[in-house]
């Protein structure tokens, strides 16, 4: 049996069964046209045999396109009522048993994921983008690839280069893990309800080699905070703290490591903090 993606009529139907009014506070925003989530899989190369790990599937429209791609999805929701229908809205619209796994939880929570995913495809709750993004990154070395649809300002940082007027800490630490480009943009009208903010694709490869250790990356992270928390500052400066103590101090490590004292955090690569931290 062919996978039935659901229609707009129905997935407001479904919520109204499930007494599911779609919340800020959760960043529900569902995805109401077919053509939509077939781009999301599309642009994820999603296809047959494929393992996707998709976070907050919401009522499942998403989700029974990647299914219908042939790929097999552990789904992670954190609303209960959301997460105890999908299995029986995905068995409605054609999903053979055995193709979904639904993990009730907080995708900040998350430590394992069933048969070791390598793909991540989600609409990712505005408020959380990030931080869940980079939790899943970190915990999950097996995620080798991956697009997600996030608000318009944080996929451009995601995805932003160093000396941009949008690069930032989102930009330097997603560099940690790989390359991140923007996809594509998203009308609101496919949302329901529709956003107050535009949306846009983000597409990300991670790199075929770490970086570096987990010491090393935590050593990055704490430098990346620093700098960019006193962004206007030179980095001798703003990592004086870390660095010795005081500016001459932070001035010869960061010579050392070949990195201009008087620079500022929005003008290194992640490379480049790599190195001030090995020093």
């Known amino acids: 049996m062919t996978v039935q993606l659901l229609g707009a009529a129905e997935i407001r139907a479904l919520a109204a069964d499930l007494d599911v009014v779609p919340t800020k506070k959760l960043g529900q925003n569902f995805v109401v046209d077919a053509n939509t989530v077939r781009k999301i899989v599309h642009l994820g190369r999603v296809g047959a045999g494929d393992h996707v790990v998709e976070i907050g599937p919401g009522l499942g429209s998403l989700t029974l396109a990647i299914l219908q791609a042939g790929a097999s999805v552990v789904a992670v929701e954190i609303d209960h009522r ?41 609409n990712l709750p505005y408020n959380v983008s990030v931080p869940v993004l980079l939790h899943f990154l970190e915990s999950f070395a097996h995620l080798t690839r991956g697009v997600v649809m996030v608000q318009a300002e944080v996929g451009e940082r995601l995805a932003a280069a160093p000396g941009s007027k949008t690069y930032g800490v989102p930009s330097v630490k997603a560099a940690w893990y790989g390359r991140w480009t923007l996809a594509g943009t998203v009308s609101r009208q496919v949302f329901w309800p529709v956003p107050g903010v535009d949306s846009v694709l983000v597409a990300f490869q ?14 990055v992270f704490a430098l990346v905070d ?32 070949g990195v201009d004292p008087t620079a500022r955090g929005e003008q290194l690569a992640v490379e480049d903090f790599l190195r001030i931290a090995r020093v």
């Not at 048993?97 to 995708?107: C, F, N």
């Open 82 to 122: 959301l997460a105890a229908r999908l299995p029986q809205t995905a068995a409605a619209h054609g999903v053979s048993a055995g193709s979904l796994t639904v993990v009730d939880a907080d995708a900040l929570a998350v430590t394992t994921l069933p048969g070791d995913p390598a793909v991540l495809i989600a």
């Open 206 to 219: 991670r790199d075929a080699e770490p970086r570096g250790t987990e010491p090393e990356r935590r050593g």
């Open 226 to 257: 620093a700098a960019f928390g006193q962004r206007r500052k030179m980095l001798r400066q703003s990592l004086s703290g870390l660095l010795g103590g005081s500016a001459a101090a932070a001035s010869e490590v960061l010579r050392r490591a």
